[in-house]
């Protein structure tokens, strides 16, 4: 059974039957022209919009049956441009915990903050003093507070410099490497044949290829 | 009653000041004067029809005549503030209840409070007025919602994704929402008697009561106008917001 698989998906006019299975512990680099559906394939992964013709199956359940807030908590997805919520850093940390009624986990924080290389007094940081780079390794902390299944990545180091970009790549790869299956959109082809075992193509809503590498 | 009283005359004559404003938007290529023309025709009519019915319903004295009355206000004052939300379904009756509920625990308070007695003369000035602010107040939730809803779609997106459930997504738009209804009533109490003496204020001076009489009024009307339109804009935005997902707790 595969983690996610879609079958003869549609949406709008976006995206056209649409057929894959991503296993567990995947790495699929999703590459494509812009505008080319890439961001629709992930939003519809993560259920924030629902195919409008064909199924997707999450763990060989259909996502329609599915509860979507449980869905969500199990498929993360980053978007490109980071959005932090309120003035500081701590607000944004503590937003997955208070969602779920759960006192923070320090430990984890701290951890995180590790492996995204930061300090852990960032935590106090007003956000308006945040760089680009260091607001999205936040966005991603965030995301990563409760270990997803899967990680969705929509170009997230396309505004970041080489060595933000390096910090993220290694952070996620030592994710894949622990058994979380990545999902990253990106223009980047180098990146792609670096870290990810599959190689998916999607141009004009269409997959033009899918390829293993390792 | 050694108040104002203005003879059909004085208001021909009050009317000319009409003009003024025909000749500056004629001149200053404003293409207003349709509107003003209309917009005062509908006054005259609108007034004084409504003038001949009060004095039908006071001169009646039934309490169903007065809550049908009422009622009848609450509905039109409805069905223009979903105007201001036509993204919103079910608008009409999101504002129905909202108006229902704000007006109706405050003039209960009011009636309890033994400040006015359910009497026409007493309840349909009352009522008009917070009615009247209630809808204000609800057109401004609703075209901030939707605004919100709009310019921070990728925010509530993030959160939907975050594994939050579709009102910890919204709740900053929802608040700030509810306060932009209540701000012109909080900044009209602020400023009451310091830039502006009041509608109802001003009426009851006009009509011979002491200034401090009316004040007391006045007061009264503050309160009552603040915890109307508190109550039906918390109620309007949180009846509201859903209508911006659908059954899959996915932003429309």
């Known amino acids: 059974m595969s983690q996610i698989e879609f079958q003869n998906v549609f949406y709008k006019t976006v995206l056209k039957n649409i057929s894959l299975k991503v296993e567990k512990g995947d790495y699929v680099s999703v590459i494509g022209s812009s505008g080319s559906g890439k961001s629709t394939f992930l939003k519809l992964c993560c259920h924030l919009i629902s195919p409008t013709k064909g199924n997707i199956l999450i763990n060989g359940n259909d996502v329609m049956k599915n509860n979507p807030i449980e869905l969500r908590k199990k498929i993360s997805y980053c978007f490109q441009t980071p959005i932090l919520f309120g003035d500081t850093v701590m607000e944004n940390i503590n937003y997955p915990y208070s969602i779920r009624n759960k006192t923070m986990d320090m430990e984890r924080v701290n951890m995180l903050f590790s492996r995204f290389n930061m300090e852990p007094e960032y935590i106090d940081r007003e956000i308006k003093n945040l760089s680009g780079g260091e607001k999205q390794r936040i966005a991603l902390i965030r995301t990563l507070l409760f270990r997803p299944e899967v990680l969705l990545l929509d170009e997230v180091t396309s505004a970041l410099d080489v060595d933000n970009t390096l910090i993220v790549e290694n952070a996620v790869n030592d994710l894949n490497n622990e058994g979380v299956t990545i999902l990253w959109v990106t223009h980047n082809l180098e990146q792609s044949r670096k870290y990810a075992n599959k190689l998916l193509t999607i141009d004009n809503g269409e997959i033009t290829s899918l390829e293993v590498l390792k | ?252």
């Open chain 2, 1 to 252: 009653m050694n108040g104002a009283n203005i003879s059909i005359n004085s208001l021909v004559i009050a009317s000319s000041l009409v003009f003024i404003s025909l000749i500056f938007s004629y001149f200053q290529k404003l293409k207003l004067e349709k509107e003003i023309i209309i917009s005062v025709v509908r006054a005259i009519l609108q007034l004084f029809a409504v003038g001949y019915i009060l004095q039908y319903i006071f001169g009646l004295e039934s309490p169903i005549f007065t809550t049908l009355f009422l009622l009848f206000m609450t509905i039109n004052a409805s069905y223009n503030a979903s105007k201001r939300g036509k993204e919103i379904k079910n608008g009409f009756i999101i504002s129905l209840v909202s108006i229902i509920s704000g007006a109706g625990i405050t003039l209960f308070v009011l009636l309890l409070s033994k400040a006015i007695k359910y009497t026409p003369e007493q309840i349909i000035p009352v009522s008009g007025m917070i009615i009247s602010n209630s809808m204000v107040a609800l057109g401004l939730c609703y075209r901030q919602l939707t605004a919100e809803f709009k310019s921070r779609r990728e925010e509530v997106e993030t959160k939907l994704s975050l594994g939050a459930d579709i009102l910890p997504s919204s709740i900053d738009i929802i608040r700030n929402s509810i306060r932009t209804g209540m701000i012109p009533t909080i900044d009209s109490a602020k400023t009451v008697g310091v830039v502006s003496l009041p509608g109802m204020m001003t009426g009851l001076i006009l009509a011979g009561t002491s200034p401090v009489q009316a004040v007391r009024y006045q007061i009264m009307v503050t309160f009552m106008i603040l915890s109307t339109t508190a109550i039906a804009s918390f109620m309007a935005c949180y009846l509201s917001y859903r209508n911006f997902f659908n059954e899959r707790k996915q932003l429309i």
